[in-house]
């Protein structure tokens, strides 16, 4: 009997066991599974969390970019306000920062207007009486090759008269901008008006710059690159860089050419570009063309294809070796130099197709050298209303024109109003209800050697002749 109590005895204590081993089991199991959803949970937390610093992160950001991009445009927009108020255009400046929206909210932006406002009335109005204009012809490059053996070369000893060098042209304009002058265009010393009839009458125009500044108007005549220049160290043509900049090409003495600021208006260029104060508002000079050799240095006369009787020899030369001479594509890169510079701020005058003397020749001759010029340039660079005359010849002497002078009247009907002579005089400016007129001086080798052994004296108010005297210019020899 208690051999059978033992047995069942310890059969319970087995089941007791087993029983206690799958508790453990289970509690285990449960234990288990809770830690694997705790893991579980912080995973997805941790995600979620992520998540949130990421939107967070990319919600921040966002704004902050189009912050820093907003700054950035600001600031592009007073480097581009300051270069049109360095040009004397103040309210031109004031007009691009408040096309900015809201700009008053900007500290930066206002006190901008506010510094343009207090320049613009510390200026002054320039005497228009007092605006002097100056000219030159093409420049000479290398003056070795231009003025050898001018004693044996006519063509050497006019290029010492006629024409100044690169360098003596660098040190001018250099020297100019030093004494406070300031370029204008020739259209800004009178003010135009239009009445109900269509009729232009002119007054004098304003022309504001801080005191003790100057103004001054520039020409460059017979900018067409003549046959007679070849082989003379001077440019050979306009052309466009990469950039669509006017530059000029220049044939080296050992045959190649090369590109590159070698004549005024590639000069003048970069000299307003390092230097915006020295041009009003972005002013450059005015372009007077002949056109019987063709302009800017392309063969654009009608005379290159029909090849009259009494073509000049020089272009028959020229024909030859350009077997491939086409008249409109030469007058289609032209224009393309043409519109680049009209683009740049520089503007176009009439020289008279054949470089004519308008006082000397008779009324029908001037009437169709006109048309010629119309009919062969007009189409490349536009129409103008300024007529620059060569050789200086003007149509009487400075007396009021004469009303009812023929030739006067047919310039007029050709829509001509800007009368421009030579003359040596500091000051020379008319001003008048139906036309404006204004001397020229030219700075040029004579010129200037004359003012360096004193036998003249004005030019001293432009610069001093002999710092400016190009140390390769031989003795400048009379025409004779």
Request: aromatic share 10%.
């Amino acid at each position: 009997m208690n051999e059978k109590k033992q047995v069942h005895k310890k059969r319970r204590k087995r089941k007791q066991q087993k029983r206690e081993q799958y508790i453990k089991i289970g509690i285990g199991l449960l234990i288990l599974s809770v830690m694997i959803g705790l893991v579980v949970l912080v995973k997805s937390c941790n995600k979620e969390k992520k998540d949130s610093d990421k939107d967070t992160i990319e919600t921040t950001a966002q704004p902050d970019e189009t912050a820093e991009k907003e700054r950035e445009k600001r600031q592009q927009l007073l480097t581009e306000s300051d270069r049109i108020a360095a040009g004397y255009d103040y309210d031109g400046a004031i007009s691009l920062i408040q096309s900015y929206q809201d700009y008053e909210a900007y500290p930066e932006l206002t006190e901008a207007i506010s510094g343009y406002e207090t320049k613009k009335a510390e200026c002054v109005p320039v005497n228009i009486e007092e605006v002097t204009h100056i000219f030159y012809h093409s420049l000479v490059v290398d003056p070795e090759r231009a003025f050898a053996n001018q004693e044996n070369d006519r063509q050497a000893k006019g290029n010492n008269q006629w024409m100044a060098t690169i360098d003596e042209f660098n040190k001018i304009t250099q020297s100019m901008y030093d004494k406070g002058y300031v370029l204008v265009n020739l259209h800004d010393i009178a003010k135009q008006t239009v009445d109900e009839n269509g009729t232009v009458h002119f007054s004098e125009g304003t022309i504001l710059l801080p005191p003790g500044k100057k103004a001054y108007v520039l020409s460059v005549d017979d900018l067409s690159y003549y046959h007679c220049y070849e082989n003379y160290g001077f440019a050979s043509k306009m052309v466009l860089d990469e950039n669509g900049k006017p530059k000029c090409e220049y044939v080296q003495a050992d045959g190649t050419t090369v590109v590159g600021d070698y004549d005024i208006v590639p000069l003048l260029d970069k000299f307003m570009e390092e230097h915006p104060d020295g041009a009003y508002r972005g002013a450059r000079g005015t372009i007077a063309l002949t056109g019987y050799n063709g302009i800017l240095g392309y063969r654009t006369d009608i005379s290159y294809e029909t090849r009259p009787a009494d073509i000049y020899k020089d272009k028959l030369r020229w024909l030859e070796k350009h077997p491939e001479f086409n008249l409109e594509e030469e007058r289609a890169k032209a224009k393309q130099v043409a519109d680049a510079l009209k683009a740049d701020g520089w503007s176009f005058a009439s020289h008279t197709w054949g470089h004519l003397k308008v006082a000397s020749i008779s009324l029908e001759q001037l009437q169709a050298d006109t048309v010629r010029w119309k009919e062969n340039i007009e189409p490349i660079v536009g129409s103008t209303d300024t007529i620059i005359f060569a050789h200086g010849e003007d149509l009487g002497d400075w007396k009021d024109y004469d009303q009812n002078g023929a030739k006067f009247q047919y310039l007029k009907s050709q829509g001509y109003n800007f009368f421009c002579n030579v003359d040596s005089r500091q000051y020379g400016v008319q001003i008048r209800d139906n036309y404006v007129r204004q001397t020229r001086r030219n700075i040029d080798g004579y010129r200037i050697y004359q003012n360096v052994i004193g036998n003249e004296n004005n030019l001293s108010d432009l610069f001093d002749a002999a710092e400016v005297l190009d140390p390769k210019r031989p003795p400048v020899m009379p025409l004779g």
